[in-house]
């Protein structure tokens, strides 16, 4: 949490006081629920092993996945407005979370400039993230909105010490087309097409990027 969700600047006494919020790590398996929509609000969840999706409910009872949360990430933010959680979250695989009760986080940031600074830049990227998914879903083809899928995977695992070029998909490709807008048999065939003109080595959910550039280019292309 300290090195992904938190930027530096907080001292080690800051440090100290931080690892005394976060007292309690809690271990789901494959499949289960983090927690629900109407669940009351009370904590968020940094991921310290695993990964996870949240989603909604749509009013016919389909499932519309928002995000997939990985190591380092902070899930959980949707419940601050209302005090209740507006989706749920549910691990893609045996994943372990910190609980961070946030009245005490509050308390602290209060006393602790840095780390309120801190709390205010990592809303502010989720603010930005959700408007380049808005942007992705509203303006992209799907060839586009795949590239830009994978290509932000790939930073993400980066920036957290895992090779970029070769990792496991923890989302079904149905989870992936709801994320982003698209039918399954489109997804299906978007990665067939990736595959075939060799940008991507596709064996069922273990994928190989081949060549990083050629999806970097596929979103700077005309319509």
């Known amino acids: 949490m300290r090195e992904f969700c938190l930027p530096s600047g907080l001292d080690a006494s800051a440090l100290q006081e931080l690892d005394r919020v ?6 789901f398996k494959k499949g289960a629920t983090i927690y629900r929509a109407g669940d009351p609000f009370s904590a968020l969840f940094a991921i310290r092993v695993g990964s996870c999706k949240t989603a909604v409910l749509a009013e016919d009872g389909r499932e519309q996945v928002a995000g997939y949360h990985m190591l380092g990430d902070l899930v959980g933010l949707d419940g601050i407005a209302n005090e209740r959680h507006e989706c749920q979250a549910v691990a893609l ?5 910190c609980v961070i ?3 005490q986080l509050e308390d602290l940031a209060r ?3 840095p780390l309120q600074h801190n ?5 502010s990227r989720e603010i930005g993230r959700d408007q380049n998914v808005m942007l992705l879903l509203g303006s992209m083809r799907a060839e586009e909105r795949l590239a ?3 290509l932000n995977l790939t930073r993400r695992l980066q920036a957290r010490g895992f090779s970029a070029s070769e990792f496991v998909l923890r989302m079904t490709r149905e989870e992936i087309g709801s994320y982003l807008g698209l039918k399954l048999e489109t ?3 978007t990665f067939s097409r990736f595959h075939d003109d060799g940008i991507l080595e596709v064996n069922q959910r273990q994928i190989r990027v081949l060549d990083p550039e050629a999806l970097q280019n596929l979103l700077s292309s005309p319509c």
Do not use: A, K, Y
Not at 93 to 97: A, I, L, P
Not at 119 to 123: I, M, N, P, R
């Open 148 to 150: 830009s899928f994978l």
């Open 93 to 97: 695989e045996d994943t372990e979370v």
């Open 111 to 113: 006393q602790v400039s």
């Open 187 to 189: 997804i299906s065939r």
């Open 22 to 27: 976060v007292t309690t790590r809690t271990r």
């Open 101 to 103: 009760p946030f009245g």
């Open 119 to 123: 709390l205010h830049q990592f809303l």
